[in-house]
C-alpha cells in the first residue's frame, strides 16, 4: 500500500535560519504529493503541491520538489519566521483510488525569536 | 465562505453512548472524508464518499458508520463509544481525484 514517511520531530530553530523538513513516499502509480500546515486547534490547510515528477511546489516562501527518482518531496524555507511555528505534513494523493489521502506523522516546526 | 462546517467542536461521551459528528460543505465538492488524528501521529481514514449515495471504508472503519444522503452532508455515527475513540476528528472535501482536501477545525471527542 502507499506510505508517507517524514523526518521526527520536533524541530527547533532561530529565526532567519535555512529549514528543511524531509519525506519520502512509497505509492504505486503517480500520485499527487502535498505539504499541508496546522496551525495550534485548527484545521489543516494546504501550503503547496507538486502533481507530476519534477513540478516544484512554492507557497509563502516555502518550496518542495517532487522527485520521482528519489521518491521524496523534501519541504524547504530560507528563512524561518516565528509565524511559521506549526505542524507540516506530507502528504500524497492516489489518483487513482477516490483521491484518497495518505499522510505522514507531522513534524513539528517551534521557530525562536 | 463557509468551505467545510463540523460540529460539534467538542465532545466527552461516556463508554457505550452514541453520537453523530455533523459535517456539511458549501463547495459542491463530490468526494468527501472522515479522518481521525491521534497525537503524534498522522491523520488516519475512516470513511470516504465519491458522490450522494455512496461510501466505502478507510483504513481505520471498525466502531463507525457514514451516510452520504446529500452532496453537501457526510455525517460520521459513533455506535457504543470506547476510549479508543478518543480522538479528534476531521472531516474534508475535495473537487476530484488529484486535487488538495479542505478540512473542517476538526471535532475533539473525549470517551470516558
Known amino acids: 500500500g502507499n506510505s508517507v514517511t517524514q523526518m521526527e520531530g520536533p524541530v527547533t530553530l532561530s529565526e532567519e535560519a535555512f529549514l528543511t523538513i524531509n519525506c519520502t513516499y512509497t505509492a504505486t502509480g503517480y500520485p499527487s504529493l502535498f505539504w499541508y500546515v496546522q496551525y495550534p486547534g485548527e484545521g489543516l490547510q494546504l501550503l503547496l503541491k507538486?502533481?507530476?515528477?519534477?513540478d516544484k511546489g512554492s507557497n509563502k516562501g516555502f518550496e518542495a520538489t517532487y522527485r520521482k527518482e528519489t521518491t521524496s518531496f523534501h519541504l524547504e524555507k530560507g528563512s524561518v519566521q516565528v509565524s511559521d511555528s506549526a505542524v507540516y505534513f506530507c502528504?500524497?494523493?492516489?489518483?487513482?483510488?477516490?483521491?484518497?489521502?495518505?499522510f505522514g506523522d507531522g513534524t513539528t516546526l517551534t521557530v525562536k525569536p | 465562505n463557509a468551505g467545510v462546517t463540523q460540529t460539534p467542536k467538542f465532545r466527552i461521551l461516556k463508554i457505550g453512548q452514541s453520537m453523530t459528528l455533523q459535517c456539511t460543505q458549501d463547495m459542491n465538492h463530490n468526494y468527501m472524508y472522515w479522518y481521525r488524528q491521534d497525537p503524534g501521529m498522522g491523520l488516519k481514514l475512516i470513511y470516504y464518499?465519491?458522490?450522494?449515495?455512496?461510501?466505502d471504508k478507510g483504513e481505520v472503519p471498525n466502531g463507525y458508520n457514514v451516510s452520504r444522503s446529500t452532496t453537501e452532508d457526510f455525517p460520521l455515527r459513533l455506535e457504543l463509544a470506547a476510549p479508543s475513540q478518543t480522538s479528534v476528528y476531521f472531516c474534508?472535501?475535495?473537487?476530484?481525484?488529484?486535487?488538495?482536501?479542505?478540512f473542517g477545525e476538526g471535532s475533539r471527542l473525549t470517551v470516558l
Open positions: 464518499s465519491v458522490g450522494a449515495g455512496i461510501t
Open positions: 502528504a500524497l494523493s492516489d489518483n487513482t483510488n477516490a483521491g484518497k489521502s495518505t
Open positions: 474534508a472535501s475535495s473537487y476530484g481525484e488529484t486535487g488538495e482536501l479542505f
Open positions: 507538486a502533481t507530476k515528477a519534477d
